[in-house]
Structures are given as structure tokens and as C-alpha cells.
């Protein structure tokens, strides 16, 4: 997480997707993290760099996968409710970046069951989780998830692990 707060409606909503994310069971065991918290550093903002770590052998990224990216889709609008409060609609994207674990690399079948399987969960985690909160922070209220990228194999850069990758959108209402 960034060290400053978000303020303003674009980052408060990308804040609160972020949590919605890392509160994902499915999410956090694909990172390897014990809590949302420890979930927190695999997701970054607007973009994650593909630089890798110089010197090192295999080549390894310094923002590694498997990763997730929030991005603002540039629809936000927000409409007047009564006479004095304002709602928010919006969406943002939401990319998963996945690789492929050992036991399943080489068979197209089995890395598409594998990545499928494991978007579907944390799909799934989203849906349960949307418009709750940790018990301090509320999670992004997501009305609607769909399909942006689909679900496919990404060729690795500059000899980086192989992947599979898509892009979810995520309305809100807030």
C-alpha cells in the first residue's frame, strides 16, 4: 500500500478494491500471504513494471508475479441523491497475472483448468466480500464483474516466468 491515504473519490475506490482483493482467500493463497495485509504488496496501481532485478540468474522481476493490477477505467460519475448527498458509479480493471505451477506446465489443458480455476475463486471471493469491510476499512461495493481480457497464456518478457493473464471490470456503486 502506498504510504499516503487516499483521499477523492478515484482513490479511495482503487484503496477499497485493493482491500476487497486482499480480504480474497483464493487471492492470498495464490500469493502465499497468511493475511490480507501480507496480500497487499502483490497488488499494485495503474501499472507494474516488467524491469527485472539486474545481475540475477534466472532473471526475476522486481514487481513478481503472480501480481494483480488495479487500474481506473476512466468512467466515474457521480449523481446528486436528495439534497445534500452524492453516489458514485464507476469502474475499474482489475488484472491477474498468474503463473503456471510446475505440475501443470506444458499441458494447454491443464494450465487453462488451473488459471481458470483459480480466477473463478477469487471472482468468487469478490462477489462474497463486495460492499463489506476488514472491520476498520470498507471494501469497494462492486455491483457488476465482467469479462474485460480474457483468460489466456502471456508470453513472458526478457526471459521472465511464463504466465497465464486477464482483466477483469469492476462496477461500483459507492
Known sequence: MPSQSPTGLIGVSIVALARLLA????????????SADEALPFIYYLEAS??????VTPPRLIEPRPRAIIANTGKL????IGSGGWREEGDLLLS???????????DWREEALWA????????K????????????????????????????PCEP??????????????????
Do not use: H, K
Request: glycine share 12%; charged share 15%; aromatic share 10%.
Open 50 to 55: 516488467d524491469a527485472v532485478v539486474s545481475g
Open 125 to 152: 471471493d469478490v462477489q462474497d466480500n463486495s460492499g463489506g469491510s476488514d472491520g476498520t476499512n470498507p471494501y469497494l461495493n462492486v455491483t457488476m464483474i465482467d469479462w474485460d481480457q480474457e483468460l489466456a
Open 96 to 106: 491477474l497475472e498468474l503463473p503456471i505451477p510446475a505440475a501443470y506446465l506444458g
Open 116 to 123: 481458470g480455476n483459480t480466477v473463478g475463486a477469487i471472482w
Open 23 to 34: 480480504a480474497s482467500t483464493a487471492f492470498r493463497t495464490l500469493v502465499g500471504a497468511a
Open 77 to 80: 460519475t457521480t449523481s446528486r
Open 157 to 174: 518478457s526478457q526471459g521472465t516466468e511464463y504466465f497465464w493473464g486477464c482483466t477483469l471490470r469492476c462496477s461500483y456503486v459507492g
